[in-house]
């Protein structure tokens, strides 16, 4: 009784010729990037140790330096809520002007795109940096960068969850003659409201975490207490800092993704 001769895998593929090029181009490239750039690996791994002493001073967090931060906590809260819902609030007709179904003429959907493209090219720093010498120290100059990072964040996802709808109610709807709001109120909407929320709430998460940097530059909010815990080498201030930002982090992110369920 005879049986089928077993299949030869290639020689490459026997000794794994293709991941080993892959691994030792990866290894030069990373060679290549460390000496054009000048970091010293060998001063990472001399300072690594300093890691440890960090962690073990902040280990023992002083968890009566969280009556201090309650109120700063609160205030990143509030700049993080109030901003991410008025970048979202003007990136609902910006995204709907980028669609490309749903807006024809590919001029105007250009000069949309370029506005987003820039508002998603300054930084967040650059911006508040701006806005604290426009509007001093304080927490406004954080919502208005809050809100520019997410006007450009929150368009551009929107407008390409439009770009993926389904166009039949669209045009069911146009063949009644219904008017372009009425077609986007309720063949639009309906379709990426779960995604918009979802997209909502991913950037009010970011901007709970980036307000903790605005801070640095004077734009309100905890990142101010987290600077002077920094600058004072007070380490187990900084954990309670971080651990109180986490808190707020995992709820927003329960909240999320408990809508989703309900949306979905």
Same mark, same amino acid.
Do not use: C
């Given at each position: *009784?005879?049986?089928?001769?077993? !299949?030869?895998?290639?020689?490459?593929?026997?000794?794994?010729?293709? $991941?080993?090029? @892959?691994?030792?181009?990866?290894?030069?490239?990373?060679?290549?990037?460390? @000496? $054009?750039?000048?970091?010293?690996?060998?001063?990472?791994?001399?300072?690594?140790?300093?890691?440890?002493?960090?962690?073990?001073? *902040? $280990?023992?967090?002083? @968890?009566?330096?969280?009556?201090?931060?309650?109120?700063?906590?609160?205030?990143? &809260?509030? *700049?993080?809520?109030?901003?991410?819902?008025?970048?979202?609030?003007?990136?609902? !007709?910006?995204?709907?002007?980028?669609?490309?179904?749903?807006?024809?003429?590919?001029?105007?959907?250009?000069? &949309?795109?370029?506005?987003?493209?820039?508002?998603?090219?300054? !930084?967040?720093?650059?911006?508040?940096?701006?806005?604290?010498?426009?509007?001093?120290?304080?927490?406004?100059?954080?919502?208005?960068?809050?809100?520019?990072?997410?006007?450009?964040?929150?368009?551009?996802?929107?407008?390409?969850?439009?770009?993926?709808i389904d166009?039949?109610?669209?045009?069911? *709807?146009?063949?009644?003659?219904?008017?372009?709001?009425?077609?986007? @109120?309720? $063949?639009?909407?309906?379709?990426?409201?779960?995604?918009? /929320?979802?997209?909502?709430?991913?950037?009010?998460? &970011?901007?709970?975490?980036?307000?903790? /940097?605005?801070?640095?530059?004077?734009?309100g909010g905890?990142?101010?207490?987290?600077?002077?815990?920094?600058?004072?080498?007070?380490?187990?201030?900084?954990?309670?800092?971080?651990?109180?930002?986490l808190v707020?982090?995992?709820?927003?992110?329960?909240?999320?993704?408990?809508?989703?369920?309900?949306?979905?």
């Amino acid at each position: *009784m005879s049986y089928p001769e077993m !299949p030869q895998r290639p020689w490459s593929q026997r000794h794994h010729v293709r $991941a080993i090029v @892959w691994t030792l181009v990866l290894i030069i490239l990373l060679a290549l990037s460390s @000496w $054009a750039t000048g970091a010293d690996f060998g001063m990472f791994l001399a300072n690594l140790d300093q890691f440890t002493v960090l962690l073990v001073q *902040m $280990a023992h967090p002083a @968890w009566d330096y969280l009556s201090v931060i309650i109120q700063p906590l609160y205030e990143t &809260i509030q *700049m993080a809520i109030l901003g991410t819902t008025i970048g979202a609030a003007f990136a609902i !007709p910006f995204s709907i002007l980028a669609a490309h179904n749903l807006v024809s003429n590919k001029y105007l959907r250009g000069l &949309i795109r370029f506005v987003l493209d820039l508002v998603r090219t300054l !930084p967040d720093l650059l911006l508040a940096a701006i806005f604290v010498a426009v509007f001093g120290i304080g927490s406004t100059a954080g919502v208005v960068t809050l809100a520019i990072f997410s006007f450009g964040m929150v368009s551009k996802l929107f407008y390409e969850v439009i770009e993926t709808i389904d166009m039949g109610p669209l045009e069911a *709807m146009k063949s009644v003659g219904a008017s372009k709001i009425t077609i986007i @109120w309720y $063949a639009v909407l309906p379709q990426i409201l779960n995604q918009f /929320v979802s997209y909502f709430l991913y950037t009010l998460e &970011i901007n709970v975490r980036a307000s903790t /940097v605005l801070g640095y530059l004077g734009a309100g909010g905890i990142g101010v207490y987290l600077q002077r815990s920094l600058d004072q080498f007070n380490y187990s201030d900084t954990a309670v800092i971080i651990l109180a930002t986490l808190v707020v982090v995992m709820v927003i992110d329960g909240v999320s993704n408990h809508l989703r369920r309900v949306l979905l």
